[in-house]
């Protein structure tokens, strides 16, 4: 049997403290230690393959995952872009409504509160007084209570006053303006004289919002 030989070193002896390895007291009283081989760090040991990317275990996206994400974040952006324009067309529908409701309203009751102060019967037309061209017609003209000739008629889309020889604007955007004229019996007259009732048709737009809007007047003093 052969008996292994264990080589000794002058300064180091076996600690049992560190795992049996040497350590000791060498010249000059510096400590000496046994070392053992160093432990390879794992990330520098990686391929650069790895490092760059294209494994799973890797922090990068691959080309699929950057695909996918830019399909879905423009379905997303799209349904978003028309339910913001859906509200942006209601809020402006509504605003159009709104305001074809106002002009039309504001024209209508004033022109019918202005129709009760006719002066006398007879002293009502269309163009001058006393003379009614039509039935129905877009212009009425009457002298009220002060004896002052006040005029409505359209001119374009725009329904105007006349007191005297001064124009102001009643209204805008009006499509349509009707006066309708009859008499004692609801029969419709061209006669001054046989006036009894006035109808009032008026319709406003407002973009794509259209309000029509109606009224029947009797002048107090016929």
Not at 129 to 139: C, K, L, M
Request: aromatic share 6%; charged share 15%; with cysteine.
């Amino acid at each position: 049997m052969r008996i292994a030989k264990i080589q000794t070193h002058p300064y180091l002896t076996p600690s049992p403290s560190r795992g049996g390895k040497w350590e000791g007291m060498g010249p000059g009283g510096m400590r000496i230690r046994e070392c053992g081989p160093k432990t390879p760090n794992p990330e520098r040991s990686l391929p650069s393959s790895v490092l760059i990317g294209g494994t799973p275990n890797s922090n990068g996206f691959t080309l699929i995952e950057l695909v996918m994400t830019i399909v879905l974040v423009s379905i997303l952006a799209g349904l978003a872009a028309v339910i913001i324009l859906q509200g942006i067309r209601a809020y402006s529908e509504e605003n159009y409504q709104s305001d074809a409701h106002y002009q039309a309203r504001l024209a209508v009751e004033r022109m019918a509160r202005e129709l009760r102060m006719v002066n006398s019967a007879g002293n009502v037309g269309t163009v001058a007084i006393g003379t009614i061209t039509g039935n129905p017609t877009s212009s009425f003209i009457f002298t009220d209570q002060t004896g002052t000739n006040v005029r409505f008629w359209l001119n374009g889309q725009t329904l105007n006053r006349t007191v005297g020889v001064v124009d102001s604007a009643l209204a805008v955007g009006v499509t349509t303006l009707d006066f309708r004229h009859y008499n004692i019996l609801s029969a419709p007259t061209t006669t001054a004289l046989e006036v009894w009732t006035i109808d009032i048709s008026l319709t406003d737009t407002q973009g794509s919002q259209s309000l029509p809007i109606s009224t029947r007047v009797h002048p107090r003093n016929f």
